[in-house]
Each structure stands twice: as C-alpha cells, then as structure tokens.
C-alpha cells in the first residue's frame, strides 16, 4: 500500500523516494498538510515563484474542467526537465480522483503531482486511488501531539538562537496544537516579543497570550473542568468575540481530557490517588493547574471522558461540515460538558 503512518511521514518527506510522481498529502491539519505540501514542493528542486515550472490549481478548478490535470501533467516543459502540478483544496472531486488514476495508470514522466486534500475517507476516492498505486504516496496530517509540538517550538528557538523555561514551555504548549501554521505564527509571535533576551520566560507567554483572547482560552477550558457554567460562557464568549477560533477551544479540550483519561486509568489500574498520579505526570503538570487537574481526575470517571470525548469529536465534525455556525455548535457541546463537570462535582 502506497501510504505512510503518521509518524513516518516527516522521515518520508526528508528523503523522498525518487520513483514517487504522485503525493497526497490530507488530514484534518490545514496548516500541518501546507506546511509539509511546501516542504516536499521545496525538494523537487523546482523553482516555486517560476510558473512555467510550477503550476498551481484548486481542486475545484480541476473538478469544473474535467481532464484539465491531464492535459498539464502531460505537457512538454518548455524551460526546465520537469513541472510541479500544487493542486490545493482538492477533496471528493470525481474528475480529480479519475484524473489521478489515469496518471497512475499512465505515468506523466515530466510531471510531478503535489495534492494538498482535507480529511478523507480511507478507502474512497482520491485517497483510495493513490494508496492502490505502485508511483503515489498518500501522507496523513493529523493534529499535532506534544511531541510534536515541542519540535515546533525547538525548530524556531533554534533558528532565533534563544531558550525557553520549562513553565513558560507547558504555558506555551497549552494553546498550541490545533493547526500546525497558526502554532508556528504564534510561537514566532512570541519569539519576536521576546527579541534581545536569550531566554523566554512565563511571564513572556503571559504577555503574548494576549489580555482576551489568550487568557479567555485557557479560563474557558479551565472553567470548562471545574463545572463553573458562567465562568466558562463569559472566557468562551470573550473568545470568540476577540478573533479567536472556536475550533481551538474544542482542540484543547480534547487534549485536556485525554491526558485526565490516561491519567485516571492509572489511578483506577494503580490504586493510586489523585495527587500521586498528577505529581508523577509527564510531562508534568503546570504547578499552579495541578489542583484543578486532581479535582478533575476525582469527578469524572473513564465513562464520563468517553461520553465527553465522543461529544467533542463531534463537535469537531459538525464545525467542519458546517463553518458558519461553528460558535454555536461548539459552545454547545462544551458547554454540555460544563454542566456534566458540574453535577459530577456535587455527587
């Protein structure tokens, strides 16, 4: 199968195969399936601003002309030995997968095909035709983890040749992660706040955390835990009222509540507390965010967080099918976990 993990695909895209003249590259991450689509446009050794050698279409372009990928893959170069075909936004377009798997068929040899796609279905379309082929690579971009995370923010204090704290580090990482771009913009933000000093501070990403939109992202999610109903509409509302992104609220919720629903199947297969099983977390949890996060772990039990996790992941769905009312349903399914949080606190 014509495809990689999505572990593997960094390691892939660092040395890609030669024989690949197809890569899709999809996923959930917008920004991450850009940022990686421009890595691999970057090693085909083309020139990006030449149009002669990179020609760039949108997947609906492609879906309204149909055979129009054809026709340029097949193309004689006129100035260089091959051409980049960068098709963005490409999704359940029936011409773009038919066009693909003409090519796969029937290789174009002076064309490489970049597709940058959104989340698709394994097994249907566009993403079953390039896995089935022997000349395509499919490259999955799923929302950045704290591993990844943490290389993001090394890549661009090593680049600015500076260090960060560890609490200003956890501080930082807790409002990164939902889309690959806008956590770099926003350590890159940071880093440019912090020009002159050789260390970023917490005091630092406070600052940049911004007055609204920062503080009310992190007092929505952390009101959101403590059942505080009011508390949580006010930092949600402040939010989303300031630019912020209602879908970077849902994402760090999820995160939250993951690591509570590792960390309260330790205590229920260790016979541990609350306390020793916050105390040894890694990685560790903020000092000032670890009663919180003990009184979190007491109240809801593993079938609570799955119930709160399914409505979250839903959420995330429905805010992608349906952009123009994703205020409304996300503070519908946070605020259903809200009022959860809060009668699990007064069993």
């Not at 991450?32 to 020139?47: H, I, M, N, S």
């Not at 995370?149 to 661009?156: F, K, N, S």
């Amino acid at each position: 199968m014509a495809q990689k993990k999505a572990y593997e695909v960094d390691s892939w895209l660092a040395r890609p195969e030669p024989r690949i003249s197809i890569v899709l590259l999809y996923g959930p991450d917008r920004g991450l399936v850009a940022e990686r689509a421009k890595a691999f446009a970057v090693k085909t050794g083309l020139p990006l601003d030449d149009p002669f050698s990179v020609v760039r279409l949108d997947g609906s372009e492609v879906d309204r002309d149909e055979g129009r990928l054809l026709d340029e893959a097949r193309t004689v170069p006129m100035f260089s030995d091959r051409r980049l075909l960068w098709v963005r936004n490409a999704s359940g377009q029936k011409a773009l997968a038919d066009d693909v798997k003409a090519l796969t068929s029937e290789p174009a040899p002076d064309a490489i095909i970049l597709i940058e796609a959104g989340d698709l279905k394994k097994g249907v379309g566009l993403r079953a035709v390039v896995e089935a082929a022997d000349n395509a690579m499919a490259l999955p971009c799923y929302a950045d983890e704290a591993r990844d995370i943490d290389g993001v923010i090394d890549d661009e204090l090593r680049k600015a040749g500076m260090s960060m704290t560890m609490e200003a580090r956890q501080a930082l990482r807790r409002n990164l992660g939902g889309d690959r771009l806008a956590s770099r913009g926003e350590i890159e933000k940071l880093v440019l706040y912090a020009h002159g000093q050789k260390e970023i501070g917490l005091d630092d990403v406070r600052a940049m955390s911004g007055d609204v939109s920062g503080a009310s992202f992190d007092d929505a999610v952390d009101a959101l835990l403590e059942g505080k109903i009011g508390d949580f509409d006010t930092a949600f509302t402040r939010h989303c009222q300031s630019g912020g992104q209602p879908f970077l609220v849902l994402s760090s919720a999820m995160r939250q509540l993951q690591a509570i629903q590792a960390m309260r199947g330790q205590m229920e297969a260790g016979g541990r507390n609350a306390a020793a099983v916050v105390a040894a977390a890694r990685p560790p949890v903020f000092f000032s965010r670890r009663k919180l996060v003990e009184k979190a772990l007491e109240r809801w039990n593993v079938e609570a967080l799955g119930r709160a996790l399914n409505r979250l992941q839903t959420a995330v769905l429905q805010t992608r099918r349906r952009p123009d009312l994703s205020v409304a349903l996300a503070r519908q399914a946070l605020l259903g976990i809200a009022v959860e949080s809060n009668r699990l606190a007064q069993r």
